[in-house]
């Protein structure tokens, strides 16, 4: 068979892989500082849960911070409902006290398994739209699409400048900061905003990473805009 039959056979058998095979989610810290902090993390766990936020979830917690995999579509929608629904529940759970999420969402690779995309096409995405909570939070936001092979002159920024611009048109990008965009509004809105356009890099790139900061309740809120 010559390479370019075997080219359209790869292309020809190619399927769409689930969320689970690809590898989307994210891995979540929250940091309620408040002195009931254990009693705050644990409890806004247990509400996403009978709230019904971790279906079709895989929730692994540990020292450090939970695995949030996701195992059935609306991949997106579902990380994104969760990752709220944590934050919000903190919140509510520390009477509006201060609290900190570290977010690192990944697409492409799922845990330690090696990366074969040659026979599978990229999912796509659609918008994330989430139920405002009423909790107003701010967050530094960074993007990374892990391109590889850089000698056939492939350029990250373009993808990262199309990923600002979606989120700026969403009204929530405000500015830029040292290594990070930032992102203001409700946390709701927030995260779907970090959360979409993450995912529509990933509809080209293969593999993507993205981190945030969220902070809700921070002494400094509106020192810097």
Not at 59 to 79: K, N, Q
Not at 135 to 161: C, F, N, Q, R
Not at 177 to 183: Q, V
Not at 188 to 198: F, G, K
Request: charged share 20%; proline share 5%.
């Amino acid at each position: 068979m010559s390479t370019t039959q075997q080219t359209a056979t790869t292309h020809d058998t190619a399927r769409v892989p689930s969320p689970q095979e690809h590898g989307i989610g994210a891995r979540v810290s929250i940091h309620p500082h408040c002195d009931d902090f254990v009693e705050v993390i644990v409890g806004a766990l247990d509400d996403v849960e009978t709230a019904g936020l971790t279906d079709g979830l895989t929730i692994e917690t540990d020292e450090v911070s939970t695995y949030v995999g996701v195992r059935e579509t609306p991949a997106e929608e579902r990380l994104a409902r969760y990752l709220t629904g944590v934050i919000a529940a903190a919140t509510r759970r520390s009477d509006g006290g201060h609290v900190v999420a570290h977010i690192l969402l990944s697409r492409g690779c799922p845990c330690v398994r090696s990366c074969d995309v040659t026979t599978t096409e990229l999912p796509s995405a659609a918008p994330v739209d989430v139920e405002a909570t009423g909790i107003p939070a701010v967050a530094h936001w960074a993007l990374y699409p892990l391109l590889e092979g850089t000698s056939d002159g492939a350029d990250h920024m373009p993808l990262i400048k199309a990923a600002i611009e979606a989120a700026q048109r969403r009204g929530t990008a405000t500015s830029a900061t040292h290594y990070a965009t930032r992102l203001n509004g409700d946390v709701a809105e927030v995260l779907a905003t970090a959360i979409s356009a993450w995912a529509l890099v990933g509809t080209e790139i293969p593999h993507v990473v993205s981190h945030l900061t969220v902070s809700v309740g921070s002494p400094t809120a509106g020192a810097a805009q």
